[in-house]
């Protein structure tokens, strides 16, 4: 059982997302926010595929940077905490629609992946303007700006949960990458320096 959970992590995600998703349609009438949360569940599916497999290769691009070589049942299985993380995203904002530190927590996680597939580009020097992920990254980040949008504009806010909603994303997406790094065998503290190097490198050539 654990061998078959690790070898089809993506398509086990995808099959209790859809079924998230179906159960929101069946629901009829909800807020905006919970129709957000909605389409970046949908989003979150999309990107988990674009990222892994239609295109894919981001983890090939992480692990070319430590010059590492993991197994396909590794890359696979590292999709478990991926999942798990998105499903929270999915689920606890949906339901707790009408707390903004928790909307503003995976507003964060959008614009944080927008970031992260954008920056990509030039740290790992592609020759065209994508990262594997990048186009549903960019519409991750659209949801999250239209997120903050409607908290601003309609006053659903205080400075609370502007900055403890990003704080408590980031705490998860550090511990996200964490155990994802440690599962393809790659020390997380020496993340900094490899990017560091790696960046550099580009510069010189």
Known sequence: MIKFI????????????MLFLVYAAMLGEISFIQKLVVIDAFLFILHEWEEGHYPGGFINLIAG???????????RASRIPAGILLLLLSIVPFVYHDVPMITMAVATFGIIEGFV?????????MKRFYTPGAA?????????????????????????DYVFGPIIMLICFATLQKTMTLMVGI?????????RKQWSKGKDN
Not at 66 to 75: G, L, M, R, W, Y
Not at 117 to 125: P, S
């Open 6 to 17: 690790k070898h089809y992590a993506l398509e086990i995600y995808t099959v209790i997302a």
């Open 65 to 75: 940077m430590v010059n590492i070589n993991p197994s396909d049942e590794t890359k």
């Open 117 to 125: 597939h954008t920056m990509g580009i030039r740290l790992f020097r």
């Open 136 to 160: 549903t990254a960019w519409l991750e980040f659209v949801v999250s700006i239209v997120m903050i949008a409607h908290l601003v504009n309609n006053n659903l806010g205080v400075w609370q």
């Open 187 to 195: 020390n997380y503290s020496d993340m900094p320096k490899l990017v």
